[in-house]
Each structure stands twice: as C-alpha cells, then as structure tokens.
C-alpha cells in the first residue's frame, strides 16, 4: 500500500512535519517514507491530498462498556455518582449489554481517530469479541473490586489471559486490574501483583483520582495511595496509573523511580469535579503521562482530540503559563507515550520505517482548519474528531472516507439503545 502526496506529523521525537512525502507499507509494516520508488509494486494508493498522516491515538485508559450509561447519570460528586447511580445499575449488567456497548464505543473511537485503547471492565470475553471485529488494538483488563468472590474474579482475569493474550495478530493484551486502593485491600492488591507476575502482564489501576480518596488513605495507611502501592511492591510491576490528580512531590518522584505511566484524564476528572493532574510538573521530571477520556459516562464521549485539547489549554491556565504543555507535547501524550503505557510503543505510537502501520488521515480541506500555518498547532487546537478521513490499524484499513469498514455501525446503534434502555429498568 501507498499513502502517497502526503504531510506527515511522525511524532518520532523531532518535532517535525514532513512536507509532501510518501508512506509505503507491506502487510502491517511500514517500509519506506520519503520519495517515490518505482521498484516498489502497489497493490493499492491512497491520496493523501489535502491531509495530514499522524500515528493512530492511543486511549490509555477508558470504560468502553459505559457507553450504555451515557447521559445517565450527570451532575454528581464522584462518589456519589458511583454509589448511587453506577454501581447500582451495573450490578444489572449482562454479557450481551457490554459487547453491544463495547462495540458502540470502538465505532465512536474510530471515527475519531483512537486506534488503541486500554480497557477495564467487566465481562471481558464480550469486548475481546468485539475488539477482534473491530480491527482495533486493545488492552483487555478485568476491573476487580474485591468482594466475595474476590478469587473467583482472580481466576476470571487469568482465563481471560490465557483466551485473548496476543491474539487478533497480537492486537490484544491482556492485563491485570485491580481498581484501586480504596476498592482493595492490601492483601487482595499483593494477589492482584502475584497473578500479574505469574502472567508476566501489567498492572491497571485507579490511582489518587479525589481528595477524598487521598484523605482516606491517610486516615487508613497513614499515606498517599501511591506511596501505599509502591510500599505493597505493587509498582515493581509494569503499572498503569489512571488519573494521578492529586499527587504531590513524592508521589512524582516515586512515579519517575518505578517507571509508571500515569494518565491524564482530563475531561473526566473537571466534570466530576476531581481536579487537575499536574501534568507540566510530571513531564518535566521525564515521565511519560499518557491520555485517556475515562469511561464515556463520566466524561461524555470518547474524543480524543478533545482530551489533546483540553491536556494542553487547562495546563497553560492553571499553572498561569502560556508554554505549559506545549501542542506537541499533549499530541505525545495521546500517541508515543500511550504507546508506552501499554506496552506496545516498539511497534506503535510512531510513524517511522520498521513499525506497525497504526496511522490515521486527517482531512484539513476544512473552514476551520484554514490557514495552514502551524500542523501540529492545528492538531492539537483546531482538529476534530470528525475530520478524521480514513484509519489504519496494524497496516489494514478500518475506515475510510468517514465509512467504518470492520462493523455494522447501524445495527450496532440499534442495539446499544436497546441494551441501554433495557438495562436501566431491570
């Protein structure tokens, strides 16, 4: 395949557009940028005319089953929204509502651009079927908030290993999530790092999203929850660490010791009134904060380039700094440090010769994309998710001129309604 005629934004650490340049890929793999080579033979060109090749996004961290519980249930503290609403309605939740409801939320994330995204929820197996349709790349993780059948959900998370792990092409990983401190006992959260490490996987967790939950902890532990988990071992492990809101100086340096990968989530935690991650902070000490939307219920959309926008501008504002989180560097986040994040960035996160063909087209032909002085500027401030023309995962193409190849996005629609309006009356 040739993307030929095209302004490519590689994300490769440079800085750099490249200006009307070709991408050839074979089978998944990227082979060759820069001019035309007549020894390559093409079995199929895109034009990239008027666009621009960025790397795929990468949602670290996010609920895609929530889809159904979009608009449910809006205008609540955090706790209360979980306890009163969320909880509650998810107790009624069947296998077939979290595959219909997966599958809503991969249609969404492919028209926006999303290409990778790392998951935690529950009937896992219903979103590893959807994500093997979907062609997407994709973390599966088992929410396990203990409880009674603490060791039943262990040994669920282990098959769940042992069915999806690498498979899809090694589109899917497989991780182990035990959701927070406040949700896990200390004992339930060394089992969690144990499977994990049998599994030779990751770790998936919450991690100092409220005050109140950095109130508790101290009141419990006399601690941070992250100073709790690294004093657990737990961080030995490689840790996703969704949220990081209210962290102070320790916290960081231990994140920057252990090698976390926190994510910003940042239209969820403002609507829920959880605060402000410290971002600039974070990055100038070297780590590698990723992006993710949260669940789609909580935040209330899975738009990447929303959370692009919004990790760079209220950075600048809170921090009373206009170069605080540069353009570039939320495009990073939502890219080559996802990448990281999940494990995958050897092979995605990127656009460079020898990795995967992750990639996506952005159409710039558009009113408000018009003048084209600054393309990483505009991807950062300007772009929607709707101009996203055409997405590639893993060197095939899943959508192009706006139309999802992969699912049936009008039966899919049907059905998350249906499920959604079931589901909140049982």
């Known amino acids: 395949m040739l993307i030929k005629n095209i302004d490519l934004v590689p994300i490769d650490g440079k800085n750099e557009v490249i200006k009307n340049t070709n991408i050839y890929i074979k089978d998944n793999i990227i082979t060759h940028i820069g001019e035309i080579r007549e020894?390559?033979?093409?079995?199929?060109?895109?034009?990239?005319k008027n666009k621009i090749a960025m790397p795929g996004l990468i949602n670290a961290h996010t609920h895609i089953g929530m889809s159904l519980l979009?608009?449910?249930?809006?205008?609540?503290?955090?706790?209360?929204?979980?306890?009163?609403?969320?909880?509650?309605?998810?107790?009624?939740?069947?296998?077939?509502?979290?595959?219909?409801?997966?599958?809503?939320?991969m249609v969404e994330m492919i028209q926006g651009g999303t290409t990778a995204f790392c998951d935690m929820y529950f009937f896992m197996d219903e979103v590893g079927k959807g994500l093997e349709e979907s062609g997407m790349r994709g973390v599966l993780t088992r929410g396990l908030i203990e409880d009674n059948d603490a060791k039943a959900k262990l040994k669920e998370t282990k098959e769940l290993f042992n069915n999806w792990n690498s498979k899809a092409n090694g589109r899917i990983k497989v991780m182990v999530a035990p959701h927070a401190p406040y949700t896990c006992s200390p004992d339930f959260l060394i089992e969690s790092?144990?499977?994990?490490?049998?599994?030779?996987?990751?770790i998936h967790i919450h991690l100092s999203e409220t005050k109140k939950e950095i109130e508790d902890s101290f009141k419990l532990y006399g601690k941070s929850p992250i100073k709790h988990v690294y004093d657990l071992g737990i961080l030995d492990l490689h840790t996703i660490a969704a949220h990081c809101v209210?962290?102070?100086?320790?916290?960081?340096?231990?994140?920057?010791e252990k090698n976390v990968f926190p994510v910003n989530n940042p239209g969820s935690n403002f609507k829920l009134a959880s605060g402000f991650a410290p971002v600039a902070q974070m990055l100038n000490?070297?780590?590698?904060?990723?992006?993710?939307?949260?669940?789609?219920?909580?935040?209330?959309?899975?738009?990447?380039?929303?959370?692009?926008?919004?990790?760079?501008?209220i950075n600048k504002a809170v921090n009373l700094n206009a170069i605080s989180v540069p353009a570039i560097s939320a495009l990073e986040m939502a890219t080559v440090n996802g990448a990281k994040a999940l494990g995958w960035n050897e092979e995605?996160?990127?656009?460079?010769?020898?990795?995967?063909?992750?990639?996506?087209?952005?159409?710039?032909d558009k009113p408000h994309l018009y003048p084209h002085h600054n393309i990483i500027s505009s991807l950062a401030y300007s772009v929607q998710?709707?101009?996203?023309?055409?997405?590639?995962?893993?060197?095939?193409?899943?959508?192009?001129?706006?139309?999802?190849?992969?699912?049936?996005?009008?039966?899919?629609?049907?059905?998350?309604?249906?499920?959604?309006?079931?589901?909140?009356?049982?």
């Open 39 to 48: 020894d390559i033979q093409v079995e199929r060109v895109i034009d990239g």
């Open 70 to 105: 979009r608009n449910f249930a809006d205008d609540l503290p955090l706790h209360d929204w979980l306890t009163k609403k969320i909880w509650p309605t998810e107790a009624n939740l069947r296998g077939e509502d979290v595959y219909w409801g997966s599958l809503l939320s």
């Open 193 to 202: 790092f144990n499977l994990a490490k049998e599994l030779n996987t990751g």
């Open 246 to 256: 209210h962290v102070d100086d320790e916290d960081i340096e231990i994140i920057k």
């Open 285 to 313: 000490k070297g780590v590698s904060v990723a992006l993710g939307t949260d669940g789609s219920s909580s935040n209330n959309n899975l738009n990447m380039f929303e959370e692009i926008n919004l990790a760079a501008i």
């Open 348 to 364: 995605i996160g990127s656009i460079e010769v020898g990795k995967k063909a992750d990639i996506v087209l952005i159409d710039i």
């Open 385 to 426: 998710a709707s101009d996203v023309d055409t997405v590639l995962v893993d060197g095939k193409i899943i959508m192009e001129k706006r139309e999802v190849k992969t699912l049936d996005v009008e039966k899919i629609k049907f059905m998350a309604e249906k499920h959604a309006k079931d589901l909140i009356t049982r």
